[in-house]
């Protein structure tokens, strides 16, 4: 597949780069700042195109969109009606509106759409998804959650990850959104929403923007008609943290603290708790591999996107 890389905004836009370049071809990168595109070209040894109508009229079959969040809707539904099959990173937009306005362009152009929601593919959340689906711990009523970094209290963010205009948000958005489409695919849609985010901003960047302040540690508790709790925790100034999952049912409990066991109790007459080693012949390639390549598994898809947009949209509604 030939590609194009639209938007070099997001942190992750280098590494889908390299992951394009020795999986496909990549035709140019665009971005809406010169200076931004130059040195991303540059770096990757990648053609950069002069306008974003450049890369519309490029041989591109595909696209990968790394730009800003607020910026995404109004692209992808451009890249759509060119024909051109789209990769983005989450989340897909910050409305449910936009989210819909993207899904019918999809439709109408009969384009294919990935939403890098990667996590799903990895050994460990297989794992536990295959134990919870078996029904070992019987209906989940509690899952929690975890993802932290420092890049706010290391100073490594890139300055526009502080801007509440580009981003919609903070941590939450960014670096919550494994947790929320984790807890949705285990449990599906919450009923029930109530946010706590704090914004200590400690990147000095962040704090000479002129921009709304957006949060850096946040928890996100989510409640189900079924009586289930969901905890989604996030943040950007937790160094050494490890990513923690925990899920528990009426018949027993799994942890995994993102190694390669997860500890499984269930309540049997012995009270056994078992090391299960994670099913890493399960592994999936990630969704950007599963796009280039043109197998694409189910679970990245435009209705994962939707359900993830809605789940922040919520979250951000109810703080």
Known sequence: MKVAVCGVWHVHAGGYAKTAKENAEVVGVWDQNPERKAKFAEK???PA???FEDLLASDAEGVIVCSSTDTHADLMVRIADAGKHIFTEKVLALSDEDCLRVEEAVKRNNVKFVISLVWKYGPGPITLKKIVDAGEIGTINYIRFR???SGSS?????KHFYDAKECGGGAMIDLGAHGMYQIDWFCGQPTGYKSCFTNACINPD???LNTDRVEDNAVTVMSYDN?????????????GFPSLFEIGGEKGTLLWDGGD?????INTPDKDTVVVELSHDDAKP????QFLSGNILPGCGIDEAKRLTHMMVEAYKNQ
Request: glycine fraction near 6%.
């Open 261 to 265: 066991t997860i500890t499984k109790k």
């Open 206 to 208: 962040a704090l000479a």
């Open 286 to 289: 990630s969704p950007l591999k």
């Open 44 to 46: 990757h040894e990648i």
């Open 227 to 239: 009586g289930c709790i969901a905890v989604n925790e996030t943040g950007f100034v937790s160094y």
């Open 147 to 149: 993802n932290c970094h």
């Open 154 to 158: 290391n100073n490594w963010l890139p």
């Open 49 to 51: 195109f002069d306008t």
